[in-house]
């Protein structure tokens, strides 16, 4: 089946040490996200691809930085992570005709 | 200012009980609107998409309907297993590939 896969599912890291996060697809899509969603909150977008073009939103953090080095892959890594950190990073794909995304499972951050 | 908004934030029913999910929206130009629905600790699953007024969906116990300010998400005699955050996002004119998401409504259907 189709879909969006994400590395890891838990991840603990502590304050201030360098973690990576990744993202695969084998749904083909030319756009990919990366969004932080705390407990009841919604999804918020921190960065997306369309293609090779990068788009950061205004508000992200310069602690988060994004690489895609291919069409399948996608990787969040955050430079020095702090207790406000932790949260759900979740990962979505949408082609650029419809713009449906689909998400993966998420990777849970904690940070100690 | 672009707006998403969902109500009620919470809502109970029992087995068989059907009710409406609302999520109103206040942008300058829909380019569609997409219902999601999320399990606890896990990502949320694309539902639906609609894209102008008047425009319905279903999926088994799952109706969406669209106007020009809001759209309803209809449930028809839930069951326990459709309990989980509903999620609706609209995407705007001019904000290229990205979607704006409203804060949910948490629904729980007990037995």
């Known amino acids: 089946d189709a879909m969006v896969i994400q590395n890891p599912r838990y991840q603990v890291t502590q304050f201030g040490k360098p973690v990576t996060l990744s993202c695969s697809q084998t749904?083909?899509?030319?756009?990919m996200y990366w969004y932080q969603q705390k407990s009841s909150q919604a999804p918020k977008l921190l960065f997306h691809y369309y293609d090779k073009d990068f788009n950061n939103e205004a508000d992200t953090p310069d602690n988060f930085q994004s690489r895609r080095p291919n069409t399948s892959f996608c990787f969040l890594d955050i430079r020095s992570p702090g207790l406000g950190d932790a949260a759900m990073y979740l990962c979505a794909t949408a082609s650029g005709r419809t713009y449906e995304q689909y998400f993966g499972p998420g990777t849970r951050l904690t940070v100690t | 200012e672009d707006q998403v908004t969902q109500s009620p934030e919470a809502l109970r029913l029992q087995e068989g009980e059907s009710s409406s999910l609302n999520c109103s929206y206040t942008v300058s130009g829909l380019r569609g609107l997409f219902w999601y629905r999320q399990d606890p600790g896990k990502g949320p699953e694309f539902l639906f998409t609609l894209y102008s007024a008047g425009e319905e969906k279903e999926k088994e116990r799952l109706k969406a309907t669209l106007t020009k300010k809001e759209s309803f998400l209809h449930i028809t005699a839930p069951k326990p297993e459709d309990s989980a955050t509903y999620l609706c996002a609209v995407r705007i004119t001019g904000t290229a590939s990205k979607l704006t998401f409203g804060t949910g409504t948490r629904l729980q259907v007990t037995l």
């Open positions: 749904l083909n899509h030319n756009v």
